[in-house]
């Protein structure tokens, strides 16, 4: 019983790292071969448990809690795309062939499809190609 507790706390400090979803399924689904654990010492049932309700809180109770988290907040952008319609700062002069932009606390490879844009101009990510950003000077309005 106790070492199913152990990867309880294991997998709640995991959550509480990714904040996914993913390691809280499993630490449900190890809580109850915990609770099986007080009641049995078969470690088939112990795992029997774990697999399945690790399987039932992924499926159903994962997507009610990130609908809810997320409830309000339109549409969830992740990875990459979520640099799409910010502000950077150009870090040196960006052209069709090379640049670089600070944003988020990082160095990007930046592009531009128009005219050069010096250093230390304000620009708007526009699109990306792979790893690049494509940017644009920010209007003055």
């Known amino acids: 019983m106790y070492e199913w507790l152990g990867i309880v706390l294991v997998l709640v400090i995991a959550e509480v790292m990714t904040t996914n979803m993913v390691f809280?399924?499993?630490?449900?689904g190890?809580?109850?071969a915990a609770i099986t654990a007080a009641f049995t010492d078969s470690l088939l049932s112990q795992?029997?448990?774990?697999?399945?309700?690790?399987v039932v809180s992924l499926a159903a109770v994962r997507p009610a809690v990130l609908?809810?988290?997320?409830?309000?907040?339109?549409?969830?952008?992740?990875g990459l795309n979520r640099l799409i319609g910010k502000v950077a700062v150009?870090?040196?002069?960006?052209?069709?062939?090379?640049?670089e932009i600070f944003?988020?606390?990082?160095?990007?490879?930046?592009?531009?499809?128009?005219?050069?844009?010096?250093?230390?101009?304000?620009?708007?990510?526009?699109?990306l190609n792979g790893a690049i950003a494509i940017v644009e000077t920010q209007s003055k309005d």
């Open 47 to 54: 795992v029997f448990v774990f697999g399945v309700m690790s």
């Open 30 to 32: 190890a809580l109850s």
């Open 90 to 99: 150009a870090s040196s002069q960006i052209d069709t062939t090379a640049g």
């Open 24 to 28: 809280a399924s499993f630490a449900i």
């Open 103 to 127: 944003i988020d606390g990082e160095t990007w490879t930046a592009r531009t499809t128009g005219l050069p844009i010096p250093a230390d101009t304000q620009v708007i990510v526009t699109s």
């Open 67 to 78: 609908k809810h988290l997320y409830r309000g907040s339109g549409t969830h952008v992740s």
